[in-house]
């Protein structure tokens, strides 16, 4: 079965970077939506990026210009370059997979369990 597993969440400073990884398995192709989520407590689950089958990317207006979503489809990794990080950016971060029709990313299918990242001022 689609299982995701992410990794590299971790406890920085204001101003430091993290690498964010989901490695998947259970399926094979790259044509699929793959997203980076997160949950901060009391608050509902946001859209942080978006890669699509082609490559195209798109990211909530709050990390724009700090930070960088990517694949290696040959891992069947995703992954989540965070830099310039801020106390707001703490929050559980979770990847999933998604349909991708035509380029229209269709909600998270498959999740993972979730890596925790907190930022401190």
């Known amino acids: 079965q689609v299982q995701l597993v992410e990794s590299g969440g971790g406890s920085v400073q204001a101003g430091g970077s993290l690498r964010l990884s989901c490695a998947a398995s259970?399926?094979?192709?790259?044509?699929?939506?793959m997203g980076w989520y997160r949950q901060a407590p009391g608050k509902e689950r946001e859209g942080v990026a978006l890669i699509r089958s082609d490559g195209r990317t798109s990211y909530a207006d709050s990390v724009k210009g700090r930070f960088t979503i990517s694949k290696d489809n040959a891992k069947n990794t995703l992954y989540l370059q965070m830099n310039s990080l801020k106390p707001e950016d703490t929050a559980m971060y979770y990847c999933?997979?998604?349909?991708?029709?035509?380029?229209?990313?269709?909600?998270?299918?498959?999740w993972g369990q979730g890596t925790q990242v907190t930022v401190s001022s």
């Open positions: 999933a997979r998604e349909q991708d029709w035509g380029g229209s990313c269709q909600g998270g299918e498959f």
């Open positions: 259970g399926y094979t192709g790259s044509g699929y939506c």
